[in-house]
């Protein structure tokens, strides 16, 4: 990398991510080395001048694309230099670009192709011809096209036919019209969706689109997937259509074609070639610019969705752990049964069992005797029920369970997502988990841990898998692959492991530790008992002091020898908070935890040439509380009784619910009745609310209330607004609701169009009337 280059990327990010270029020449370095963000973010305050994780993996996003730029800026420096066709003018361009596009739009014309209509004219001896007409404009174009008749061009009609390829050639690859044409697209391109003629019925979930037309600078993501899925599956034909209403031949971009062949005249050669860039935009740009849009609004949908996942997987890996209590996992089922497992307070599985308190045994008082001396036995605290199928049945049998047992302490049942538990289920981490358990069990263990610790039990499921998304199986896979894995990244560091309890996957989610050395770490710890002390991990075969580096602050060690093992506390940072500790006067285990004196300390005295403010503070808030968990206190949400199916819902109940799924248009909320209802993002508060993140999160408990039900079409509508009326005028842009556990994967919409082929509701109809 040139100077230049290594000087220019960091100046670009800053600017996106609001920091300065010291500041992202120095995460730069950092990552370059081999430091993990959360390592970054946390660790290397001083350096980086206190970026948060959002910003450097911002920041690492971006470096990737510049630096693919920088590599494809320099190929094409290269090849053109090589051509001998570089000037000043040119290279001054070429290092101007800001995109990828606008670099390829240079390139253009020198990059080496296939022989095209325009070659074979100028083989042809066109070439003159076309630079006559360019130079006289008052001369008829058929008249000096008479001079170029030869064997190779027929007549009049090829001679001007080649002439054109050429000028139109040299028009579809004049970088300056390109990016004037592409801008001029982006602000008054409209993208236009049809039904294709016949799959009316077929294609009836994407209804909304039949006849659709919207900016396309302004398309929702959810809304630019579901017609990208609709022509995908050959339901829908899509297409951008510009000046739709301009006069044929003058409209804005065939005046810009023109204007580049300096058009102002009225002679028989500015005709003729008014017509020619007329053609030339038709036929030529206005064909590759469209393919071009077509990529970017896809790609900006892709990452808007992508954005969504990753929000609702950290909230949902962040939610609140109900704790170490022996917790007995339900996972519902009809004809099956209902599949049982009790789990102590570690996780280890103390029972499993099978029940059939449905059809076709219909042996209710048999499972429910079941579980009481399960209850009874391993003395249940908590009862996690899978959301699936027959899940508020099961839920109703638990609850009249509870009912009659004795005791006035009694186990709290709570509803969970089971969400990827069966993809657990049937995995080979499973298998080596429970090697001697049946697969059908493995769930009841999963949806049991993962009310004990959610983060603990969802990482070892295939982030993809846990389905909190919106058409995540429409999007780049690599991409979104990759934002999740560094969601669930961030997420467990930003909690900490227990390195004496954690299993392997949990462990692999650690900075600086990945899968094999979390196998590594597990068998030292089955061989040698627990850790004593972080240094102890130096002894873990291949395990050096890089990844101990990385690694060693996310690691927790309870009841250590070293107290500070417990902590947030990086080991190389032990001496700075020796001194503070020796500074109060006090045991270190009696100062942790101490706020009063704590708060006494000026952080400034601590500071010395390695250790700067922010670590110092840091420090301070860690033994103010130290291993504190950033995830909220624990909280279910109480379904109401006599509610448990769509049918039992009216207009007006208030309710309260479980967030499942956050998406670009509103939040999806489980209400108990095997339906998750929406409320839309107009509907969330009684103020205006862009992003639907800003209210609410994946697995919060909120209040709603009952606005809209279909139970045909298995559609509830919600409201959080404290006066819901408007609500039920509301048009709708909606589909399918999702199965439990799934993300919205249709189109969303039943209501009626709006004329102009706008109203395609939920998002935009009337809009701003509801949405203040």
Not at 475 to 485: N, T
Request: charged letters at 25%; glycine letters at 10%.
């Amino acid at each position: 990398m040139t100077t230049d280059t290594a000087r220019r990327i960091p100046q670009i990010i800053a600017t996106e991510i609001g920091a300065q270029t010291g500041q992202v020449a120095a995460a730069i370095a950092l990552l370059d080395e081999g430091a993990t963000v959360p390592f970054v973010a946390r660790y290397r305050k001083e350096a980086t001048g206190g970026l948060d994780d959002t910003q450097l993996r911002n920041l690492a996003e971006r470096l990737g694309y510049l630096r693919e730029m920088e590599a494809r800026r320099a190929a094409i420096l290269s090849s053109i230099t090589e051509q001998g066709k570089m000037t000043e003018g040119l290279q001054a361009a070429i290092l101007k670009a800001a995109t990828k596009a606008e670099l390829e739009d240079i390139y253009l014309p020198y990059k080496p192709k296939r022989r095209t209509r325009a070659m074979i004219a100028r083989e042809n001896g066109l070439g003159p011809l076309a630079e006559a007409i360019l130079a006289d404009r008052a001369a008829d174009p058929a008249g000096l096209a008479s001079g170029f008749v030869t064997e190779a061009v027929p007549d009049v009609k090829a001679a001007l036919e080649g002439a054109r390829d050429i000028i139109a050639e040299g028009l579809a690859e004049n970088a300056d019209l390109l990016g004037r044409l592409r801008g001029h697209l982006k602000q008054v391109a409209k993208i236009v969706s049809k039904v294709v003629e016949g799959k009316e019925a077929e294609g009836a979930k994407f209804s909304d689109y039949f006849a659709h037309v919207e900016a396309w600078a302004g398309a929702p993501s959810h809304r630019v997937l579901a017609m990208l899925r609709g022509r995908n599956e050959g339901v829908l034909a899509l297409d951008l259509e510009v000046d739709a209403d301009a006069p044929k031949g003058d409209s804005p971009a065939e005046r810009a074609c023109g204007a580049v062949l300096g058009l102002t005249g009225r002679g028989p050669g500015d005709a003729w070639l008014r017509e020619a860039a007329a053609w030339t935009w038709r036929v030529k740009i206005r064909t590759s610019l469209t393919l071009d849009l077509m990529g970017e609004m896809r790609e900006r949908a892709e990452e808007e969705a992508i954005r969504v996942f990753a929000r609702n997987l950290k909230d949902l890996l962040l939610a609140a752990p109900a704790g170490g209590k022996a917790t007995m996992g339900l996972d519902p089922g009809i004809r099956t049964g209902v599949k049982v497992a009790v789990i102590d307070a570690t996780g280890k599985v103390l029972a499993t069992e099978t029940v059939y308190p449905f059809q076709p045994k219909n042996d209710l008082r048999g499972a429910q005797v079941a579980l009481a001396q399960l209850i009874s036995k391993h003395r249940v605290q908590l009862i996690a029920i899978g959301n699936g199928t027959a899940s508020r049945e099961t839920e109703k049998m638990v609850a009249d369970l509870l009912a009659v047992l004795p005791g006035a302490e009694k186990p709290v049942k709570v509803i969970v997502s089971e969400a990827g538990a069966s993809v657990y289920s049937a995995s080979e981490l499973a298998a080596k988990e429970f090697p001697g358990l049946d697969v059908s069990l493995r769930g009841a263990v999963s949806i049991a841990r993962r009310l004990q610790d959610p983060l603990a039990e969802l990482v070892k499921i295939e982030p993809k898998s846990i389905g909190v998304g919106q058409y995540q199986h429409d999007v780049d896979q690599h991409r979104l692959g990759r934002s999740l894995e560094a969601v669930v990244e961030d997420a467990v560091n930003a909690v900490g492991v227990d390195l004496n309890t954690a299993s392997a996957p949990l462990l692999a989610r650690v900075s600086g530790v990945g899968p094999s050395l979390a196998e590594a770490i597990v068998a030292h710890r089955d061989a040698n008992g627990p850790f004593a002390t972080r240094k102890d991990l130096l002894k873990v075969a291949r395990l050096g002091p890089k990844a101990f580096e990385q690694a060693a602050g996310f690691l927790r060690i309870a009841g250590g020898k070293e107290p500070l093992d417990a902590s947030s506390v990086h080991p190389e940072a032990y001496e700075v908070a020796r001194r503070i500790v020796a500074a109060c006067g006090r045991d270190i285990r009696a100062l942790m935890g101490d706020a009063a004196a704590l708060k006494s300390v000026d952080p400034r005295v601590f500071v010395d040439e390695r250790f700067g403010l922010p670590t110092v503070r840091d420090i301070l808030a860690e033994l103010e509380k130290p291993g504190r968990d950033p995830r909220p206190s624990f909280r279910t949400a109480t379904f109401a009784d006599g509610v448990n199916e769509i049918s039992d819902l009216k207009p007006g109940m208030m309710l309260e619910g479980t967030v499942t799924n956050v998406a670009a248009f509103g939040a999806f909320v489980d209400i108990g009745v095997h339906q998750d209802g929406l409320v839309h993002v107009s509907q969330l508060a009684d103020r205006f609310v862009k992003d639907p993140h800003e209210v609410v999160k994946a697995g919060d408990v909120v209040k709603v209330r009952v606005v809209e039900v279909d139970a045909a079409r298995k559609r509830i509508g919600l409201t959080m607004r404290s006066d819901a009326a408007p609500a039920r005028d509301q048009v709708r842009e909606r589909g399918p609701a999702p199965a439990k556990g799934q993300p919205p994967r249709g189109p969303m919409s039943s209501a009626p169009k709006a004329s102009g082929g706008g109203g395609n509701a939920f998002a935009d109809a009337l809009k701003g009337k509801f949405t203040r």
